[in-house]
């Protein structure tokens, strides 16, 4: 079965910092592409980045370029995103989820960890 | 920036027929935008009801289709039920790893 979880969101301070992970299992992790999703309070669903396999490639929505950043360990099957120079907008529930390249959609999702930022 | 334009709300009675649709700032939407819609309940995963246009996942019930409808790509529930009262969002293929999320449309059934 494949599982993604989430963690390491909380609280953080406007203009500081916070890296969030996702530990997947079930599946070959290396083989697929990996993409982070954030969903702010009363808000829509956001694509915000993701990485590829090996995770050589990475891509970012413009409203984070810049300011996040996205790794993988393929050793330890975990995600990560860094996001930088936080800011109010950025306080969403952030959810990892796996790319099915062959079908162009996420096929798994974790249940999200929230960020939120305030002084 | 692409903006992915979906009606904010919609509402039908039971047994009625709706059609959300999923439109690009610029340009068309086109089977090469492989339209996903998934329905989604906040704090839980979404769920993938259609994926490349028109393919229905697997233990969807068949009354979901998704088409393109002139230039949007979009998503027909038929014979509404109760249960399909949520919020749905299209997802479209930008290019390699990349993609973008529609505004979202909250389907109410009443």
């Known amino acids: 079965e494949v599982q993604l979880l989430e963690s390491g969101g909380g609280l953080a301070q406007p203009g500081g910092s916070l890296r969030i992970s996702c530990v997947a299992s079930?599946?070959?992790?290396?083989?697929?592409?990996m993409s982070w999703v954030r969903q702010a309070p009363g808000k829509g669903l956001e694509w915000v980045s993701a990485i590829s396999g090996s995770g050589h490639s990475t891509y970012y929505a413009d409203s984070v370029k810049g300011r996040f950043t996205i790794s993988r360990d393929n050793s330890k099957n975990t995600l990560y995103l860094e996001i930088n120079s936080l800011r109010a907008e950025d306080t969403a529930v952030y959810s990892c989820a796996r790319e099915s390249a062959a079908n162009y959609l996420y096929d798994s999702w974790g249940r999200g960890t929230l960020v939120t930022v305030s002084s | 920036q692409t903006v992915v334009t979906q009606e904010p709300s919609f509402s039908v009675s039971p047994g009625g027929t709706v059609t959300l649709t999923c439109g690009l700032s610029?340009?068309?939407?086109?089977?090469?935008?492989?339209p996903t819609w998934y329905q989604h309940t906040p704090g839980q995963a979404p769920r993938t009801l259609i994926y490349s246009t028109k393919t229905r996942s697997s233990g969807v019930p068949d009354r979901f289709s998704g088409s393109i409808l002139g230039n949007k790509a979009a998503l027909t529930i038929t014979g509404a039920q109760a249960d399909d009262e949520s919020d749905y969002y299209c997802?479209?293929?930008?290019?390699?790893?990349?993609?973008?999320f529609g505004t979202g449309t909250k389907v109410t059934v009443l």
């Open positions: 610029s340009g068309s939407v086109s089977t090469s935008h492989y």
């Open positions: 079930g599946f070959t992790f290396d083989t697929y592409a």
């Open positions: 997802l479209l293929f930008m290019g390699t790893a990349t993609y973008v």
